[in-house]
């Protein structure tokens, strides 16, 4: 049976210097990212593993709420860990790299949405900064394909319908658990997000919102070992 494996990242290590550290981005990938990918396969070789195998990682977040309960808590948090640091790396890219503004149709709803890139900014900002405690921010299509930011404790995400406020399909995310950002930025969790948006990949995050339109989840690549 196929388990998960570490995507590898499409850039290296320093490659979101001065904005993200290379060492926080080292540990982040190769241990905290391993970890939930180790618990996951975890279940998948355990007495419960029917309830998940042959799925694909974004059809386990959406079936997070009708998983037996033996198993809902680690695959809430490890499925979701796995699928959410997956997304998360493909969201960012080498300052000069990539187009460092949204464009497009994403502009325009973005703009119809909240008023202005900026007003979306704020907005995004305040989630990510008043997610109590550990979490992620997001930027999210719902079902009326409408723009809408939310935020989700720990490694929940919008795709856990039956578990998070509000269900949709998030386009761009960002990390807010300290160990994201603790070596550069210690408590200043605003700083780090400010920074963010140095290193968004906007070319990733307006495919990610064609894919949404069309009735699918982010473009991500999931490796299998």
Known sequence: MSTFALPSLPYAYDALEPYIDS????IHHTKHHQTYVNNVNGVLSGEHAAAIKGLSLDAIQRNVAALPDAIKTAVRNNGGGHYNHTMFW??????GACNNA??????ASIESTFGSFDEMQKTFN????????????????????????????????????????????PILGLDVW???YYLKYQNRRPEYIAAFWN?????????????A???NTAVIDVPLQ
């Open 23 to 26: 060492t926080t981005m080292q």
């Open 199 to 211: 290193v968004v990949n906007w070319d990733k995050v307006v495919e990610n919102y064609s894919a």
């Open 178 to 180: 300290e160990h994201a």
């Open 90 to 95: 493909t969201l960012m890219g080498k300052p």
């Open 213 to 215: 339109l069309a009735g």
């Open 126 to 169: 305040t989630a990510a900064a008043t997610r109590f405690g550990s979490g992620w921010a997001w930027l999210c299509v719902d079902d009326a394909k409408k723009l809408f930011i939310t935020s989700t404790p720990n490694q929940d995400n919008p795709l856990m319908a039956g578990v998070c406020d509000k269900p949709g399909t």
């Open 102 to 107: 949204p464009f497009g149709d994403l502009k």
